[in-house]
C-alpha cells in the first residue's frame, strides 16, 4: 500500500514523463528539421531515416548559391520592421486618445477596428492585385510595408489601448498641471511607464508580418520576396532537396522562434486582444 | 464612421476655472480627433476602395486575357460562380478546416493546459516546446511537414508505420484534407495551448482544494471548477482562430495546390486560381464578395455566440 506522500510522487512523476512525452512530439517537426539540415540530401532520403550521421555546413553553404538567401532575408526584416513602425506610429496615438478620452464612440470604433480583421484578403485581393499593378507597386518592398502596416494596424491599436487603460488617469493629470502639452505626455510620461506593452506590441507585429504568407505570395515575385516565398519556392522538387529545403526553413525560422520563446509571457495578452490575463 | 463630435468632458480634470477648462477641453478634443483619425481613415480607406471595386468587378465581364471588352453582365458572375462545381467544394472544405481544426485545438489545447499546470521538472522548457510551432511561418510548416515527415517512402511517419509492421499511407493522396489539416492544426493547437495555460495560472487554487476536500475527484473538479474558468479563454479562441483558419492559403498553395481534383481547395484558394490563374477578375470578385459574406456571417454568429465573452471585462 503507497502512503500518501508516495502517490503524490508517483502522480507528479507520472504526470511530468506524460507533459515531456507530449511536448517533444509537438516539437518533433521543429527538431527533425533543424537535424536534417545538417545532413547530406542522400542521408536525408535514407529509409528509416538516420537519427547519426556526420553533420555538414554544405545545404547552408548550397542554398546561398542557389538563390541569395540574404535578400531574402532582408526583404523580410525591412517589410516587417517598416511595418511595424510605421504601424507604431499610427497606433500609439490612436490609443491614447483612446485610452485617455473615452467617448461614447470609443467602443465602437475599436470593435470596427477589429472587424476589418474579418474581411479575408481574398475578398480584395484582385482589387489590390490591380492597384498595385497600376500603382507599380507590385514585387515592391513598400507595397508589402503598406499592406502589412494595414492588416496589423487593429490589433496595434487594440493591444496598446489595454495596456493603456491600465495606466493611472491621475499620472497624466500631474503632467497636465505642468503643463505638458499631449505631445509631451505621450513621450515623457506614457512611453516610459508603458514600455513592456509597447515592447510585445512591436514583438507580435515583427511576428505577425515576419510570417505572413497570403500577401507575400500573391504580390511579390522576386525583388521584394521575403523568407516566406523563399521557402514557398522548394515546393516544387528539384531532384533530392530535403536537406537543402530543412536549412531554408531552419534560417528562415530561427530569429521569429526566439524572439518567440523570449517573449511568449508578453505575447499572451496581445494575442488575446487582452482579453487573458 | 463620424467621430466628429468627440465629448472629452469627463475624462480630463476638474482643476482651473470653468472657462479655462472648456476652452482646454475644446482644445483637447481636437488633439484626440486628430490622433485618432490617421488610423481611423487609412482603415477607411482600406476597407472601402478595394471592398467597392471588388462590387463593381463582379458585375462586369472582366477578363485580363481579353482587355477592353468589359460589358456589364449583373449578377452572371455570381451565377457562375456559385453554380461551379469548385464553389460547393470549395465552400465545404472551407468550414471543413475551420470546424476540424477548431475542435481539435479547442480539445488538445484545454487537456495540454490542464496537463502541464502540473508542477513537474523542466515545466518551463516543456511549455517553451509545446507553444514554438505556433511561430514557425506557414510556408515552412506545410513543407516540412509535407516533405519529412509525411512523405511515403523517406517521411518519418512511413518508418513509423513500417517500424509496426503497417503499410505507409500516402498522406496528400489518400487524405489530401487529412494531411492539411494536420498541418494546420500542429500550427494553431499550440496557440490555445499559449492562451490556456496562461488562464489556468489565475485559476482560484483554494475553491479546488476546497472542492477536494469536500470529495469531489479530479474530474469533477475538472468538469465544475477548471472547464467554467476556460469559457472565457476558449471563446477568445474560437474567435481568434477562425479570422484566420477562414483564409488558409499558403498550406494549401506549397503542398496539394487544391487537389486532387478539388479535394483540398478552399474558398480563399479557389478565389486565387480563378484570379490569378486564370485571369478571371469578374467571377474571382463574385467569390471574393461570397467570401466576404460567408465570413460575416461566421463573425455574427461568433460574437453572437461569445462576443459578450470578450468585450465585457469579468
Given at each position: 500500500m503507497?502512503?500518501?506522500?508516495?502517490t503524490?510522487?508517483?502522480?507528479?512523476?507520472?504526470l511530468?514523463?506524460?507533459?515531456?512525452?507530449?511536448?517533444?512530439?509537438?516539437?518533433?517537426?521543429?527538431?527533425?528539421?533543424i537535424?536534417?539540415?545538417?545532413?547530406?540530401?542522400?542521408?536525408?532520403?535514407?529509409?528509416?531515416?538516420?537519427?547519426f550521421?556526420?553533420?555538414t555546413?554544405?545545404?547552408y553553404?548550397e542554398?546561398?548559391?542557389r538563390?541569395?538567401?540574404?535578400?531574402?532575408?532582408?526583404?523580410?526584416?525591412v517589410?516587417?520592421?517598416?511595418?511595424?513602425?510605421?504601424?507604431?506610429?499610427l497606433?500609439?496615438?490612436?490609443?491614447?486618445?483612446?485610452?485617455?478620452?473615452?467617448?461614447?464612440?470609443?467602443?465602437s470604433t475599436?470593435?470596427w477596428?477589429?472587424?476589418t480583421k474579418m474581411l479575408p484578403?481574398?475578398?480584395?485581393l484582385?482589387?489590390i492585385?490591380?492597384l498595385f499593378?497600376?500603382?507599380?507597386?507590385?514585387?515592391?518592398r513598400?507595397?508589402?510595408v503598406?499592406?502589412?502596416?494595414?492588416i496589423?494596424?487593429?490589433?496595434?491599436?487594440?493591444?496598446?489601448?489595454?495596456?493603456?487603460k491600465e495606466?493611472?488617469k491621475?499620472?497624466?493629470?500631474?503632467?497636465?498641471?505642468?503643463?505638458?502639452?499631449?505631445?509631451?505626455?505621450?513621450v515623457?510620461?506614457l512611453?516610459?511607464?508603458?514600455?513592456?506593452?509597447?515592447?510585445?506590441?512591436v514583438?507580435?507585429?515583427l511576428i505577425?508580418s515576419?510570417?505572413?504568407a497570403?500577401?507575400s505570395?500573391?504580390?511579390?515575385?522576386?525583388?521584394a520576396?521575403p523568407?516566406?516565398?523563399?521557402?514557398?519556392?522548394?515546393s516544387?522538387?528539384?531532384?533530392?532537396?530535403?536537406a537543402?529545403?530543412s536549412?531554408?526553413?531552419?534560417?528562415a525560422?530561427?530569429?521569429?522562434?526566439?524572439?518567440?520563446?523570449?517573449?511568449?509571457?508578453q505575447?499572451?495578452r496581445?494575442?488575446?486582444?487582452?482579453?487573458?490575463? | 464612421?463620424s467621430?466628429s463630435?468627440?465629448q472629452v468632458?469627463?475624462a480630463?480634470?476638474a482643476?482651473?476655472?470653468?472657462?479655462?477648462?472648456?476652452?482646454?477641453?475644446?482644445?483637447?478634443?481636437?488633439?484626440?480627433?486628430?490622433?485618432v483619425?490617421p488610423?481611423?481613415?487609412?482603415?477607411?480607406?482600406?476597407?472601402?476602395v478595394?471592398?467597392?471595386?471588388?462590387?463593381?468587378?463582379?458585375?462586369?465581364?472582366?477578363?485580363l486575357?481579353?482587355p477592353?471588352?468589359e460589358?456589364?453582365v449583373?449578377?452572371?458572375?455570381y451565377?457562375?460562380?456559385?453554380?461551379?462545381?469548385?464553389?460547393?467544394a470549395?465552400?465545404?472544405?472551407?468550414?471543413?478546416?475551420?470546424?476540424?481544426?477548431l475542435?481539435?485545438s479547442?480539445?488538445f489545447?484545454?487537456l495540454i493546459?490542464v496537463?502541464?499546470?502540473?508542477?513537474f521538472w523542466?515545466?518551463?522548457?516543456?511549455?517553451v516546446?509545446?507553444?514554438?510551432?505556433?511561430?514557425i511561418?506557414?510556408?515552412?510548416?506545410?513543407?516540412?511537414?509535407?516533405?519529412?515527415?509525411l512523405?511515403?517512402?523517406?517521411?518519418?511517419?512511413a518508418?513509423?508505420?513500417?517500424f509496426f509492421?503497417?503499410q505507409?499511407i500516402d498522406?496528400?493522396?489518400q487524405?489530401?484534407?487529412g494531411a492539411?489539416?494536420?498541418?494546420?492544426?500542429?500550427?494553431w493547437?499550440p496557440?490555445?495551448?499559449?492562451?490556456l495555460?496562461?488562464?489556468?495560472?489565475?485559476?482560484?487554487q483554494?475553491?479546488?482544494d476546497a472542492?477536494r476536500?469536500?470529495?469531489?475527484?479530479?474530474?469533477?473538479?475538472f468538469?465544475?471548477?477548471?472547464?467554467?474558468?476556460?469559457m472565457?479563454?476558449?471563446?477568445?479562441?474560437?474567435m481568434i482562430?477562425?479570422i484566420?483558419?477562414?483564409?488558409i492559403?499558403a498550406e494549401?498553395?506549397?503542398?496539394?495546390?487544391?487537389?486532387?481534383?478539388?479535394?483540398?481547395?478552399n474558398?480563399?484558394?479557389?478565389?486565387?486560381t480563378?484570379?490569378?490563374?486564370q485571369?478571371?477578375v469578374?467571377?474571382?470578385?463574385?467569390?471574393?464578395l461570397?467570401a466576404?459574406?460567408?465570413?460575416?456571417i461566421?463573425?455574427?454568429?461568433?460574437?453572437r455566440?461569445?462576443?459578450?465573452?470578450?468585450?465585457?471585462?469579468?
Open positions: 503507497l502512503t500518501l506522500k508516495q503524490r510522487q508517483l502522480r507528479t512523476v507520472l511530468g514523463t506524460l507533459g515531456w512525452l507530449v511536448a517533444l512530439v509537438v516539437f518533433f517537426p521543429i527538431f527533425w528539421m537535424l536534417t539540415s545538417f545532413k547530406t540530401e542522400i542521408e536525408a532520403f535514407s529509409s528509416p531515416p538516420q537519427l550521421f556526420t553533420p555546413l554544405d545545404n553553404i542554398i546561398n548559391g538563390s541569395s538567401y540574404l535578400t531574402y532575408a532582408w526583404n523580410s526584416v517589410v516587417s520592421f517598416g511595418s511595424t513602425f510605421i504601424g507604431m506610429l497606433a500609439v496615438p490612436a490609443a491614447y486618445s483612446m485610452a485617455f478620452f473615452e467617448t461614447k464612440r470609443t467602443k475599436l470593435l477596428m477589429l472587424s484578403p481574398v475578398g480584395v484582385v482589387p492585385y490591380l499593378k497600376d500603382f507599380g507597386l507590385l514585387d515592391t513598400t507595397g508589402l503598406i499592406i502589412y502596416t494595414l496589423n494596424l487593429p490589433i496595434m491599436v487594440w493591444m496598446i489601448y489595454t495596456y493603456f495606466i493611472p491621475d499620472i497624466l493629470e500631474a503632467a497636465r498641471l505642468d503643463g505638458a502639452t499631449p505631445m509631451q505626455e505621450i515623457r510620461v512611453l516610459p511607464i508603458s514600455k513592456g506593452g509597447l515592447a510585445s506590441t514583438l507580435l507585429a505577425l515576419w510570417n505572413e497570403f500577401w505570395l500573391n504580390l511579390t515575385a522576386s525583388s520576396a523568407l516566406t516565398a523563399l521557402v514557398a519556392s522548394y516544387s522538387p528539384e531532384g533530392l532537396f530535403w537543402k529545403l536549412a531554408v526553413s531552419t534560417l525560422c530561427a530569429p521569429i522562434l526566439i524572439f518567440g520563446w523570449l517573449s511568449q509571457k505575447l499572451v496581445g494575442l488575446s486582444f487582452g482579453a487573458v490575463k | 464612421m467621430i463630435n468627440l468632458d469627463k480630463t480634470g482643476e482651473g476655472s470653468a472657462l479655462s477648462v472648456k476652452s482646454q477641453n475644446r482644445q483637447k478634443s481636437r488633439i484626440s480627433l486628430a490622433m483619425s488610423s481611423v481613415l487609412v482603415l477607411l480607406v482600406w476597407m472601402i478595394p471592398l467597392a471595386m471588388t462590387i463593381y468587378f463582379s458585375l462586369i465581364r472582366y477578363n486575357l481579353y477592353g471588352d460589358p456589364f449583373g449578377l452572371e458572375n451565377y457562375y460562380f456559385l453554380t461551379d462545381e469548385g464553389f460547393a470549395g465552400a465545404f472544405n472551407t468550414l471543413y478546416l475551420v470546424l476540424a481544426v475542435v481539435i479547442v480539445v489545447g484545454v493546459a496537463l502541464v499546470d502540473n508542477e523542466g515545466r518551463g522548457i516543456v511549455r516546446l509545446l507553444i514554438s510551432p505556433f511561430f511561418m506557414p510556408t515552412v510548416s506545410a513543407l516540412v511537414w509535407k516533405n519529412l515527415l512523405h511515403p517512402v523517406s517521411g518519418v511517419f518508418a513509423v508505420w513500417r509492421g503497417a505507409p498522406w496528400f493522396a487524405y489530401p484534407m492539411i489539416i494536420m498541418i494546420v492544426s500542429w500550427q493547437v496557440f490555445a495551448v499559449l492562451l495555460m496562461t488562464a489556468m495560472q489565475s485559476l482560484d483554494e475553491q479546488k472542492a476536500l469536500d470529495g469531489a475527484g479530479p474530474l469533477a473538479i468538469w465544475h471548477i477548471t472547464l467554467p474558468h476556460l472565457r479563454p476558449i471563446a477568445v479562441v474560437i482562430e477562425t484566420f483558419l477562414l483564409s492559403f494549401i498553395f506549397t503542398t496539394t495546390g487544391g487537389g486532387p481534383g478539388y479535394a483540398t481547395t474558398l480563399a484558394f479557389l478565389i486565387y480563378q484570379a490569378l490563374l485571369f478571371d469578374g467571377m474571382a470578385s463574385a467569390g471574393g461570397i466576404v459574406i460567408i465570413a460575416n461566421a463573425a455574427f454568429i461568433l460574437i455566440l461569445i462576443g459578450k465573452n470578450l468585450t465585457d471585462k469579468p
